[in-house]
């Protein structure tokens, strides 16, 4: 909140400098703020710490309490105890403890501009200081962060090593907010809405029972030519149509494989395509069942269908966000859908990628995911690339998600095909973090059990997939009570490490981010009881200076491990950092750290150069 002070003293009184309009945004007004304000020097300059109280309007107190139960119980209890519900969020939820930000980054051309466009990371950091603890701040808010309903349509890509993850896509309506999801009310934002997409289908007419049957096998299958003959499949090419169609080489078995059913476009199945009408739709609607011998591909008739009309409510350039969870986690996770919310109400098309056998996801192989694997990412990043080559690419990621993508951009470096990310809570240093956890006493211990437990569900339903392998011994899996005893059963062994330290050590992204060459926001709290202080790489991002290489660095003096419980929805809303990692991707969307550091003649040569090559 923009905050002036009205008095040098000790103890002053603080008004919120926010416009009538900005104090009644999200249900919670705030008014006259009492603070006491303490200075520090550090060499030249002063670091203020203040701790504040903030007064509460009656009906947003009651509210923030309500929101630790589910709608119609919270609703009940504001409703019905009013006035000492009030009362008990104000002495719970209104005292705030403010602290500056560190921010950490090169003399990289674009990072000035790009910091520039987040006033978010200009403010400071106001955590409610019931919650300031990293324990009572990482437990409560995971336990009762406000659990957005969001109804997802889930598709099943098959990797090419025959392993599948999945794709959960939004495609329920937006909920509005009052105001600019950035928590700008001025800036423009992307203004793209369902009312300017066009629906531009153009689904061939010309087909046959062979291109039909054809076109199905290739959906479940793949174009593989190989098992074309294999499996005596009809080799009918699809009818001429008026434009080239946008196939994929990604992975197989779901649109954007062949050009009837990927990419963009008139003639793809993206926003804007009839490349999902798959031939005659009556014939397949005449198939009622009930069906016994054989049924008709459902994933064909129904769900691309599904998806297709979703896709088309975005213009074809909208961009892209891939959201990446944390450890165990997936499109469930309440901090993952309260930034998917945020993103989609500034036109952005969302989806989350869930790793292999997380949030339900068939686990088909004998290979799980790990924290330095990147080839599912890199294939779901190609293909979405493929069905929509005319659009920015994003990701964000949480914790081990954070490593992952972090990793997956060190890789590919300038060729990489996103055009910027976000990676928050990232465990850079995997052995400090683990020796943090291992040396972390009682909550080291509660963290590092529950994690544990998580990966040992998700792995139970498929452990026979795994009997057989080299070093496999089952009974380990089933003894493991931290996250190291699981990567020493599971993880190192199926991926071919010696030991669970080398595998910590080369899946760390420490060691690769210096290659990393799209803007790259960082977020990651201090007393992050996870990702550890000491693991964050801060030399390498100072050192970052080459061109494209605009990583930046925000670190919070509290905030625990995913709960950063401050800004104008703390206690149990949306994470602070999402406002400003909301602020960052649309920077680079619009070019701001080309803009902000070369001419407009160069920085379009340079937009053009740096743009992933077109999917042939």
Request: aromatic content about 6%.
């Amino acid at each position: 909140h923009d905050l002036f002070l009205l008095s040098s003293a000790s103890r002053v009184v603080v008004i919120g400098g926010a416009t009538p309009a900005r104090l009644s945004r999200g249900r919670r007004a705030f008014s006259v703020i009492q603070a006491r304000v303490s200075t520090k020097p550090v060499g030249r300059a002063s670091v203020i710490s203040m701790s504040s109280r903030v007064a509460l309007p009656a009906a947003s107190a009651a509210f923030a309490v309500g929101s630790l139960f589910d709608s119609a119980v919270g609703g009940a209890i504001a409703a019905v105890l009013g006035g000492v519900v009030a009362t008990l969020a104000e002495r719970l939820w209104s005292k705030r403890h403010l602290s500056s930000l560190e921010l950490t980054h090169s003399d990289a051309p674009g990072n000035a501009a790009l910091l520039n466009a987040c006033p978010h990371f200009s403010k400071q950091y106001d955590a409610v200081d019931a919650l300031r603890n990293k324990h009572a701040c990482t437990i409560v808010v995971s336990l009762f962060r406000s659990d957005l309903k969001i109804t997802y349509q889930r598709e099943v890509l098959r990797m090419p090593d025959g392993g599948h993850v999945t794709l959960d896509w939004p495609i329920d309506e937006i909920e509005t907010a009052t105001g600019d999801a950035t928590g700008d009310e001025t800036d423009e934002g992307i203004n793209r809405s369902a009312a300017q997409a066009t629906d531009s289908s153009s689904a061939p007419t010309e087909t046959n029972d062979e291109f039909v049957a054809e076109t199905i096998r290739q959906l479940q299958f793949g174009n593989d030519d190989d098992t074309v003959g294999a499996v005596g499949a009809f080799t009918s090419q699809p009818p001429t149509r008026s434009e080239p169609h946008l196939g994929s080489a990604g992975p197989d078995g779901v649109p954007g494989k062949i050009g009837v059913c990927g990419g963009g476009g008139v003639d793809g199945c993206g926003s804007g395509g009839g490349g999902c009408d798959l031939g005659d739709r009556d014939k397949f609607a005449s198939m009622t069942g009930p069906h016994r011998r054989s049924i008709p591909d459902q994933g064909a008739t129904v769900l691309r269908k599904r998806l297709a009309a979703h896709w088309r409510t975005l213009p074809d350039d909208a961009p892209v966000l891939v959201l990446m969870s944390g450890i165990a986690g997936g499109s469930h996770d309440k901090y993952l859908k309260h930034f998917l919310n945020r993103a989609r109400r500034m036109g952005y098309r969302c989806v989350a990628f869930n790793c292999r056998g997380t949030a339900n996801s068939p686990l088909t192989t004998p290979q799980f995911y790990s924290a330095s694997f990147t080839g599912d990412i890199r294939n779901v990043v190609d293909e979405l690339h493929t069905r929509w080559p005319s659009s920015k690419l994003f990701a964000v990621g949480w914790s081990l998600g954070a490593n992952i993508l972090t990793n997956f951009l060190g890789e590919e470096g300038g060729e990489c095909k996103l055009h910027g990310a976000v990676a928050m809570c990232n465990p850079f240093d995997l052995n400090k973090c683990d020796d943090a956890l291992n040396g972390g006493g009682f909550f080291g211990t509660v963290y590092s059990r529950a994690m544990a437990t998580n990966m040992r569900s998700l792995f139970q339903p498929h452990e026979h997939l795994f009997a057989g392998l080299s070093q496999y011994d089952c009974e380990l899996v089933a003894a493991a009570k931290s996250v190291r005893d699981f990567d020493e059963a599971v993880t190192r062994v199926t991926f071919g490490f010696p030991s669970v330290d080398t595998y910590y050590a080369e899946s760390s992204s420490r060691h690769i981010i210096q290659h990393v060459k799209r803007p790259l926001l960082v977020v990651q709290a201090k007393d992050d009881p996870i990702a550890v202080r000491s693991s964050v790489p801060r030399d390498a991002i100072r050192n970052m200076t080459a061109t494209g290489a605009n990583t930046i660095l925000v670190e919070t003096e509290h905030g625990g491990h995913l709960g950063w419980s401050a800004g104008c929805e703390a206690p149990f809303g949306a994470p602070w950092p999402d406002i400003g990692a909301m602020q960052f991707l649309e920077a680079v969307r619009k070019g701001t750290h080309l803009e902000g550091s070369r001419g407009a003649g160069e920085a379009a040569a340079v937009r053009e150069v740096e743009a992933p090559a077109p999917a042939r």
